[in-house]
């Protein structure tokens, strides 16, 4: 959503572009797309960076230079940080600030009080709504154009990765800090779906996401095994991801994947995700040759149906 400093009310983004269309109308095309716009989500920063002309966006969130979460870290460079804070942010004099649905609501609602334009996105949960936010702050930027090239592009290259998917997918479990898991209707299953892979967390019940605990793991015998790389600093919650049941999973066959910041936000990359996840399955399969007699094992697979 988009407020206004004088419209008192949330402008839809259907509004947002008959504003800038009318803006056009007027002769008022320089002034109809804002000129300093500050990002302080990491999906908005990544998002932003594709869409805003040069020039146009002047600062991004810490987290978008942070290459264990970002894949456009390198990018970033050519942009200021910020910490999210309402203070810091109206200091940059924007006239569009770009936020998350659920992180920095107290800086979103104090620079709404002082009259500076807020865009919300809310995260995409599937490739419906990856389309959907890029066309959305494409209106919001004035790069419609080039939201709409994006898009796309977007769905060639996944028309292409689709093309390719094996008729016999190799079932594969994820499996991030807490044995926290994730099912088709979230947007991390999609990733695994479209690579051409079955998610062993439609037969566990697991449909967003929800806990999977390690010996479900296990007995479900997966193919495939895709982890959250582990953080530098110690995690109580990562320590289940080196589990030795686990790693006697991998040793038995079962082909090591992982997650990464191409999974983090609804973007093209995306495409990296999923293409990796293709090569890893390719990669693990001609290596460990059939995995017929694995997933018969008894007590593995058969035992968790």
């Keep these: ?25 007027l002769g008022g095309a320089a002034s109809a797309a804002p000129r300093r716009v500050v990002s302080m989500n990491l999906c908005t920063d990544q998002l932003a960076m594709m869409l805003a002309a040069p020039g146009q966006l002047i ?17 970033a460079r050519a942009y200021g940080r910020n910490h999210g804070h309402a203070e810091e942010l109206f200091r940059l004099r924007p006239d569009l600030v770009l936020a998350g649905r659920y992180s920095g609501g107290a800086a979103v609602a104090m620079l709404e009080r002082l009259g500076v334009p807020v865009l919300t996105l809310a995260p995409a949960r599937d490739l419906t709504e990856v389309r959907e936010n890029i066309r959305q702050l494409g209106q919001a930027l004035g790069q419609e154009a080039r939201a709409a090239r994006m898009i796309a592009d977007f769905d060639a290259g996944l028309a292409t990765l689709r093309a390719a998917r094996d008729a016999a997918p190799l079932r594969a479990a994820i499996y991030d800090p807490n ?4 099912g088709n209707a979230s947007l991390a299953g999609q990733i695994v779906t479209e690579a051409g892979l079955h998610n062993i967390a439609t ?26 790389p582990r953080y530098a600093t110690a995690s109580h919650a990562e320590e289940v991801l080196s589990h030795p049941a686990l790693t006697a999973l991998l040793r038995g066959g079962t082909i090591d994947a992982a997650s990464g910041p191409d999974w983090s936000c609804g973007t093209p990359q995306l495409l990296g995700a999923i293409a990796a996840l293709r090569a890893a399955a ?24």
């Design 179 to 182: 044995g926290y898991s994730w």
């Design 1 to 25: 959503m988009v407020t206004g400093p004088r419209l008192g009310t949330r402008v839809t983004p259907s509004l947002v572009a008959l504003i800038l269309a009318a803006g056009l109308m």
């Design 282 to 305: 390719a990669q693990g399969g001609a290596a460990g040759g059939d995995t017929t007699e694995k997933n018969t094992t008894p007590g593995h697979a058969d035992a968790a149906r």
């Design 203 to 228: 037969e566990l019940g697991i449909t967003s996401g929800g806990q999977m605990a390690l010996e479900t793991l296990v007995l479900s015998d997966p193919d495939m095994l895709i982890r959250s």
């Design 59 to 75: 600062s991004i969130s810490h987290l978008g230079h942070d290459p264990a979460v970002s894949p456009m870290a390198d990018r």
